[in-house]
């Protein structure tokens, strides 16, 4: 059961996500691990995802509070569709569509190729992209893949220089010229916008 402790400098919240099930048992069972000083600190309990009427859920609020002596302070509801950030570049796999890609209004889709860097940042920048009607967003690590594309991006880096020599390394400099000439839209997010400008 994943969780979220939010801590200050006088009290602790804790986070339980009920979509997954069992979320007051765990809020109790938190309770019961806490050792006397964190349990003094804990300040309330929130539910995070709920679905339905939370007149239903009151009862089972009432028992954590009744066990715990710490309140359910909020309840939070689901969400459907909602889209959630990745931290940093964990989900940024090659060769995979960034986001979730939508069904297209008409009969064609726009095909955007994001170069994967070893040392991307701020891989979320393109998802939004991704919820767009009849656009593919996916990250790449070959020219040909590139070259295919309809569209470049250079998303945010971590270290620009060190990753504009490894897309030379790679032939990947060579393809997004070829697709600049031919009239194909190149865009750069932050340091892969940086790393443009990098002398030869």
């Known amino acids: 059961m994943p969780f979220v402790c939010v801590k200050g400098k006088e009290r602790h919240i804790v986070v339980g996500d009920i979509d997954r099930g069992g979320v007051l048992a765990h809020f109790v069972g938190t309770y019961e691990l806490l050792d006397d000083a964190d349990r003094a600190l804990l300040r309330g309990f929130i539910v995070n995802k709920f679905r339905g009427d939370e007149a239903l859920l009151e009862p089972g609020l009432v028992t954590v509070e009744e066990r715990t002596g710490v309140s359910v302070v909020g309840v939070v509801p689901y969400v459907p569709n909602y889209w959630y950030g990745a931290e940093d570049s964990l989900q940024a796999v090659e060769d995979q569509?960034?986001?979730?890609?939508?069904p297209a209004v008409g009969t064609e889709r726009l095909r955007i190729a994001a170069i994967r860097f070893p040392r991307l940042a701020n891989a979320t920048d393109l998802e939004a992209l991704s919820y767009e009607p009849g656009i593919d967003v996916y990250w790449v690590r070959g020219p040909g893949e590139v070259e295919s594309a309809d569209a470049v991006v250079l998303p945010g880096s971590k270290d620009p220089l060190a990753d504009l020599q490894w897309v030379r390394s790679r032939g990947l400099d060579k393809a997004v010229k070829?697709?600049?000439a031919a009239g194909?839209?190149?865009m750069g997010l932050c340091g892969g916008h940086t790393a443009r400008f990098f002398p030869q």
């Open 97 to 102: 569509y960034v986001g979730v890609p939508q």
């Open 184 to 186: 194909k839209m190149v």
């Open 178 to 180: 070829h697709s600049a």
